[in-house]
């Protein structure tokens, strides 16, 4: 597509509920990767992928939090048995090859957990 | 670990005056470094980025940047700012594995009319 699309744009849940956030990257980009930004704060990384593989997840606070790209394309972050300190705005980015390239940048999924 | 800090939380300038907004980076090694702006309700757009060579860097936007590895800084500059350059900006750096960035907490620019 013509730029990272995240979906939904915002999401609302409550503690305890699991949650599921989507990204779809610009097409060809082989790296994406997954930032979380709290209020006032810069983003923060979470997660990287070359094509399928999850190249790097220590980003991730704990084992709540997981990601997957099964077929190299879009990227689905789950995070399970939501808290509120989960409450974010979660960022989604591609680039062709890695970090030293321009990397773009969704929208983001802002996320509320009552 | 690498770390960036940005010590102006808020900036407010006038618009057609000069800007420089701070950037100050803890790397052991050689970084690689980025200036991203994020304007409301939109994701980061990269302005510039320095990797080596000449340590002034051009970017989008008439903005510049310049390395100083004396004093760990990256700060950003624009002659003439614009209205619309009114945005929230991250210095970011990268490190040599080549797929993390590690952002500072953003300087929000406020432009007076």
């Known amino acids: 597509g013509a730029g990272v699309s995240q979906s939904p744009r915002y999401k609302v849940t409550k503690r305890g509920q699991d949650v599921a956030l989507r990204c779809d990257p610009i097409?060809?980009?082989?790296?994406l990767y997954w930032y979380r930004q709290a209020l006032g704060q810069g983003p923060e990384f979470l997660t990287y992928?070359?094509?399928?593989?999850?190249?790097?997840k220590s980003g991730l606070p704990n084992d709540r939090f997981s990601a997957e790209r099964p077929e190299g394309s879009i990227s689905t972050l789950t995070i399970q048995r939501t808290e509120q300190r989960d409450s974010a705005m979660y960022r989604c980015?591609?680039?062709?090859?890695?970090?030293?390239?321009?990397?773009?940048f969704g929208s983001g999924t802002q996320l509320s957990v009552l | 670990a690498q770390s960036v800090t940005q010590p102006d939380i808020h900036i407010t300038v006038s618009e057609g005056a000069s800007l420089e907004l701070r950037c100050n980076y803890s790397?052991?090694?050689?970084?690689?470094l980025f200036w991203y702006v994020q304007s409301p309700g939109q994701g980061l757009q990269l302005l510039l980025k320095?990797?080596?060579?000449?340590?002034l860097v051009q970017g989008i936007k008439g903005f510049e940047a310049e390395f100083k590895r004396s004093q760990s800084s990256f700060n950003l500059r624009k002659p003439s700012v614009h209205w619309s350059d009114a945005a929230e900006y991250f210095c970011?750096?990268?490190?040599?594995?080549?797929?993390?960035?590690?952002f500072g907490k953003g300087t929000l620019l406020t432009v007076n009319p």
């Open positions: 097409s060809g980009h082989v790296s």
């Open positions: 980015a591609s680039s062709m090859t890695g970090a030293r390239e321009k990397l773009f």
């Open positions: 970011a750096v990268g490190e040599g594995s080549n797929y993390k960035l590690t």
């Open positions: 992928f070359n094509y399928e593989a999850q190249q790097d």
């Open positions: 320095y990797f080596s060579g000449d340590t």
């Open positions: 790397y052991g090694a050689t970084p690689y």
